[in-house]
């Protein structure tokens, strides 16, 4: 099973501009992170970006112009650039593999740990 792994999240001040990783292993080199999702307590996790194979991306409107989502095919790494924070994106930040075929085998998708993003005001 592919296993994600999140970095880059902490406190941050409003405006600030991290870039969150996912760094995928394990499974098959075809099977990469795709999407970026968030949630916060009491709340459904939501998309925040995505990104397809042919590089056309797609992004939440509450993050639409402040977030550019980007992929390292080589390094199997997924990105987030986050601009311009506000204190209403402070959430977990959890990065997703969709499930892949290889050799007429499934690879189940997972998702990883997550990474906090607290952004102060």
């Known amino acids: 099973q592919v296993m994600l792994v999140e970095s880059g999240g902490g406190l941050v001040q409003a405006g600030g501009s991290p870039r969150l990783s996912c760094a995928a292993s394990g499974s098959v080199s075809s099977q990469k992170p795709m999407a970026w999702y968030r949630q916060v307590p009491g709340k459904e996790r939501e998309l925040v970006a995505s990104?397809?194979?042919?590089?056309?991306?797609h992004y939440a409107d509450s993050v639409k112009g402040r977030f550019t989502i980007s992929g390292d095919d080589n390094k199997r790494t997924l990105y987030l650039q986050m601009n311009s924070l506000k204190p209403e994106d402070t959430a977990v930040y959890y990065c997703?593999?969709?499930?892949?075929?290889?050799?007429?085998?499934?690879?189940?998708?997972?998702w990883g740990q997550g990474t906090q993003v607290t952004v102060s005001s």
């Open positions: 997703h593999a969709d499930g892949a075929v290889s050799g007429g085998l499934y690879f189940p998708g997972g």
């Open positions: 990104i397809l194979l042919d590089g056309r991306d």
